[in-house]
């Protein structure tokens, strides 16, 4: 019996490590490839592709009630997506869509991250944004369905950033995974999408 048990222990083992290391292959391989500060990291899948509908999902926003995307059908939809609001290139984007924003009659700027309702509340507060709806995924998987959610480094498990322009139709007409975290989007080409 010993014999036996200590088999399926070894076969329990192997599979476990097996699916460790697949699922450590898998995040290299199907997802992309950015940087952190100049070293590889990767995220959970690629960005949707343009010309494709967008997933709808729910996220969060500040009065911490629910928001699908799909709220948001019938206008542009620009999602400027970041890990945290709470670092110098998330809040620069946070503060350049707020101000691009303002000038805009038939698009809406959603800014979405893992930070939690309250955080996102305090930050508008304190700087004054107005333009923007903030938007979190701490409940949900917005990051996995898109393919912005970090899956290695020390910022695993956060969103990375992109930017995805979605048309009045719902489908998706521009998107760039920004190839290193500390880099800003391109808001002009963002912008531009916007026809």
Same mark, same amino acid.
């Given at each position: ?44 899948? !690629?960005?949707?592709? =343009? ?8 996220? &969060? /926003? @500040?009065?911490? +009630?629910?928001? $699908?995307?799909?709220?948001? !059908?019938?206008?542009? =939809? ?8 709470? &670092? /110098? @290139?998330?809040? +620069?984007?946070? $503060? ?100």
């Amino acid at each position: 019996m010993t014999k036996n048990f200590m088999y399926a222990f070894k076969l329990f083992f192997l599979g476990l490590a097996g699916l460790f290391i697949t699922s450590i292959s898998l995040a290299q391989t199907t997802g992309t490839s950015i940087t952190l500060g100049g070293k590889p990291i990767h995220t959970v899948g !690629k960005l949707p592709a =343009v010309g494709t509908p967008v997933k709808d999902v729910t996220l &969060t /926003g @500040v009065d911490l +009630k629910d928001s $699908r995307l799909a709220d948001y !059908k019938g206008r542009y =939809v620009i999602m400027n997506i970041f890990p945290s609001v709470n &670092t /110098g @290139v998330c809040s +620069k984007s946070v $503060r350049k869509f707020n101000e691009d924003a303002a000038g805009l009659t038939n698009a809406t700027v959603l800014c979405i991250s893992k930070d939690l309702p309250f955080a996102q509340k305090a930050f508008c507060g304190a700087e004054g944004i107005k333009n923007v709806v903030m938007l979190s995924d701490f409940r949900t998987d917005f990051g996995i369905s898109y393919g912005v959610q970090i899956a290695d480094g020390p910022m695993k498990g956060l969103l990375s950033r992109a930017v995805i322009v979605v048309n009045p139709e719902g489908k998706i007409v521009y998107q760039q995974q920004v190839p290193e975290i500390g880099q800003e989007p391109d808001y002009a080409a963002a912008l531009a999408a916007l026809k």
